[in-house]
């Protein structure tokens, strides 16, 4: 036991300092969960060995087939998750009826670095084809002094975009809710049933889009990149959102 305790003081000690150095990000916690219970196994095979007890060896096994199960769903996953983002990249769906814009978070009135390169990407979109109608999704969050939709129309206005072509959600915290009230506002101006592009970050494509098909939308998914980094610390929390989206 003395053993398990000093591997665990250690692991605690390193983990401390690397977030101190990097911060708490999801995949810093995602690699501390990974690295703890590989430990947990090999301590528990350990404490087999020394004492004979047969309830270490279950528990190592109990935690090694889960963990086993774990990695392959999340490697699944992921590998999709990877296929839809690089697809989503260009379109090939023909020219959009309608286009949805999901926020991304400000720091108090200016855009988040995410959500400048899904309003980038937008506004591509919207400058090739003309008199097409966007809707920006966004509520206002903590540490938002505005509603996202606000400073995304805003955005929009400063590219070009004429200002009757923009319709506002001003209320989503969420992604169905981005999309439950963007097909509302779409519905109203007769275009739910027409071909509907979701622009939002490249990662969050695939969970967009299965959303967007739950709501019956007739939609195609076009991405924005983002920093390797960031795409990498949200393609892990992607997983987690995409399980979550599943169950329920």
Partial sequence: MKKLISYELLFIFFFVIFTLIIGLTFGVMFIACIVQTVILIFLFHIAYKNTGK??????????????LLFIISFGIIECV?????????????GAPDAVIILGAGLNGRDLSNTLRERLEKGSKLLTVNENVPVVVSGGQGPGEAIPEAEAMGAYLKAQ??????????????????NLLNSR????????HKKNVFIVTSDYHIYRAKKIGEELELNCFGLGSESPLYITANYMIREYFAVVNMMLK
Avoid: C
């Fill in 184 to 191: 509302a506002i779409l519905k109203k101006e007769g275009l």
């Fill in 81 to 93: 998750l990877i296929k839809t983002a690089i697809q989503s990249h260009h379109i090939k769906n």
């Fill in 54 to 67: 047969t309830r270490f060896k279950a528990i190592s096994r109990i935690i090694g087939g889960m963990f």
């Fill in 160 to 177: 070009g975009i004429q200002e009757d072509r923009i319709l506002y959600d001003k209320t989503s915290t969420t992604t169905y809710e």
